[in-house]
């Protein structure tokens, strides 16, 4: 990366603060350019999903690993419950998604309650293992709740075989004028369910899966407790990636933690942090890290800055840290902060192997928590920051009240935050779709055919806020 102009080396740098010059190009396609990460984590599009309670669980890790990128598991979920979703999401198909299902005799009541657990927004009902009928939120309109679901599905049913190739599962969803498919088995026992949008994906996007062709998963820990038995036992279990996590990365126990898990697994790939400095990297990949995440206060839920006054502008401690890691042969990732997808364009091209997406996408059906409504009739999901005090309290659950009490008083995060649901990109793949399609298009911009060559040709600019502003399209005229 280079700076346009001096200004840089004068102040400290939010995403905000900067842009990204077009330079001269041969990159003749945004689909040529190669988004695979080379930090060792396998993600074939540079996102990772932060480990947040109120963002990534078992539906989240199975879709954006079916999209070539990586979900990490919270710390304060019970070892034994992680390594279930662990097992759960490697047993995941790389193309068709795991449907929701029900019985004929079940209610329409039940349904309304599965169908917001996935995007498309349909169930498939099922007897004796076979599909019947599909039902999807129109169906149940008007309806009373305590309907049979046989008297409202749909039974005109177009099936598919499970080895279908994308781009023909496409061909017969469009020509049969149908949106969505269950997936059978030769047996005609349902296995899955493909959409149109799920098949084009599949033909342009590729999965992040392991040497046995699993898809992947991460799993964190803290620096507290058995750090290391937990961590054992998640490797034991299957996790591709090891995030140790603490606020500030840049202490003792971290170290101490880090040469302990890096003993107990030699081969293991092993993320640390937060720090935002060259010498907080350095330390934390010299203890054993392969991976160093940045960022110390730019998450959409974390109040530390404003309690506390520590941290950093993101894109200058990325940019910053990147080149530190850099030099050692280690990678980091940029943790918070990112609001569109230029933020994440941008912390590539300052040097971060991936992106970590925590509250963005928190206001996604994939994600764990179930949606409400408010009083306007929108859509929305809870989410809380991972050192507030509802947080402390989950990982502080086996503790004396006391103990609880006092730790509950240090809280550096929001407990309660609503996220709403984007109508235009309600799912989590519609809101991949844009960040990919985004840094697809910085790279050619770049001359960049892949992620290094971003990092190494970007030309990085300082703007005004009125800079900023001028960049914002207007839906409205002005």
Known sequence: MRMLNDLAATCELTYDDVFMVPSRSAVE?????????????????????ANMTAVAGRRMAETVARRGGIAIIPQDIPVEVVADVIAWVRRRHLVHDTPVTLGPTDTVSHALDLLPKRAHG??????????????????????DRFCQLHTIMSTSLLTLPEDIAPEEAFRRLTAGHHRIAPVVDSTGTLVGILTRNGALRASLYRPAVDAG??????????????????????????????????????????????????????????????????????????????????GVGPGAMC?????????????????????????????????????HARDVALALAAGASNVMIGSWLAGTYESPGDPRRDH???????????????????????????ERAKKA???????????????????????????????????????????????DRAVIGVQTVAGFAEGQPRDVSW
């Not at 080149?323 to 990678?331: D, P």
């Not at 009739?377 to 503790?399: D, H, I, N, P, W």
């Open 29 to 49: 396609s945004r689909m040529d350019v190669d988004l695979s990460s080379n930090d060792g984590s396998g993600t074939t599009i540079p996102i990772v999903v």
């Open 122 to 143: 349909a169930l498939i009902v099922i007897a004796d293992g076979r599909p019947v009928g599909v039902v999807t939120a129109s169906d149940c309109a008007d309806v």
């Open 303 to 339: 109040t530390t800055r404003m309690m506390t006054g520590v941290g950093r502008p993101q894109f200058s401690a990325v940019a910053e840290c990147a080149a530190a890691a850099a030099r050692r042969g280690g990678s980091v990732w940029a943790d918070g902060g990112t609001r």
């Open 213 to 294: 062709g699993c898809l992947r998963i991460g799993a964190a820990i803290g620096i507290t407790g058995d750090a290391i038995g937990r961590a054992d036992k998640l490797l034991a279990a299957g996790a591709d990636v090891l995030v140790v996590d603490t606020a500030h990365g840049h202490q003792e126990r971290m170290i101490n933690t880090l040469g302990l898990v890096r003993r107990l697994r030699p081969e293991a790939l092993v993320v640390a942090g937060n720090v935002v400095t060259a010498t907080g990297t350095l330390d934390l990949l010299e203890a054993g890290a392969d991976v160093v995440k940045v």
């Open 409 to 455: 008083l240090f809280e550096e995060g929001i407990s309660q935050a609503r996220m709403y649901l984007d109508e235009r990109r309600p799912g989590t793949e519609d809101i991949l779709d844009a960040i990919v399609a985004g840094i697809r298009s910085a790279c050619t911009y770049a001359g960049a055919a892949n992620l290094r060559e971003l990092a």
């Open 376 to 402: 306007d009739g929108r859509l929305y999901k809870e989410s809380f920051g991972m050192a507030s005090t509802r947080a402390v309290s989950r990982r502080t659950a086996e503790s004396s009240p006391f």
